[in-house]
């Protein structure tokens, strides 16, 4: 992957910026296409609660062609 491709430099920011918490593992899940999370209905105190997520309907993931 080049080192100037999104999803390496985001690889690199987590590497070096963020404490790795010595022998424990950091767990992350990443989405694209996400506009915004709907979180009526809920409640911020609630850890199992995060929301509906909201698709944006324009988001395409296929490389761009020049």
């Known amino acids: 992957m080049p080192s100037d491709h ?3 430099y985001m690889i690199q920011k987590l590497q070096t910026k963020f404490d790795g918490g010595g022998n424990q ?3 992350i899940d ?3 296409g996400i506009k915004d999370l ?3 209905g809920g409640s911020h ?3 199992e ?3 509906k997520a ?3 309907t324009n988001f395409d993931l296929s ?3 020049a």
């Open 6 to 8: 999104p999803i390496q």
């Open 63 to 65: 490389p761009k062609i």
């Open 38 to 40: 709907d979180t009526n």
């Open 45 to 47: 105190w609630d850890p």
């Open 30 to 32: 990443m989405f694209w």
């Open 54 to 56: 909201l698709m944006d």
């Open 25 to 27: 593992d950091l767990k």
């Open 49 to 51: 609660f995060i929301g």
